[in-house]
């Protein structure tokens, strides 16, 4: 099992930004594709970005494309996910996962990853 810390949620005005990261722990993190989910109360999880366990390969939600960026940096164990021009509807709490991936892919479905953090809160103001 891996463990997963997420930090730097908060409170932004509209089109300010933020850096999400999240340190993981407790398995090879080169061998561990990662992805970030949000979830705004009264709606299903959702996914926001996920990027491969070599960085070879990103992929991200249309309504983020542009906007966020997910990076990760093996040596530190941590990804990272860098939100710029914030909207209140990306209001949200977001979660970092991670599954072991034998292949070097993005994974995009909540069932794909065994692995979560407990979630940071971002509210954007408008």
């Known amino acids: 099992q891996v463990q997963l810390v997420e930090s730097g949620g908060g409170l932004v005005q509209a089109g300010g930004s933020l850096r999400l990261s999240c340190a993981a722990s407790g398995r090879t993190f080169s061998s561990l594709a990662m992805g970030w989910f949000r979830q705004a109360p009264g709606k299903e999880r959702e996914f926001v970005a996920a990027?491969?366990?070599?960085?070879?390969?990103?992929y991200y939600a249309d309504s983020v494309k542009g906007r966020f960026t997910i990076s990760r940096d093996n040596a530190k164990n941590t990804v990272y996910l860098q939100m710029n021009s914030l909207k209140p509807e990306d209001t949200a709490v977001y979660y970092c996962?991670?599954?072991?991936?034998?292949?070097?892919?993005?994974?995009?479905?909540?069932?794909?990853?065994?692995?979560w953090g407990q979630g940071t809160q971002v509210t954007v103001s408008s």
């Open positions: 990027i491969s366990r070599g960085t070879v390969s990103t």
């Open positions: 996962a991670a599954t072991p991936d034998g292949r070097d892919r993005v994974r995009v479905s909540r069932q794909d990853y065994d692995s």
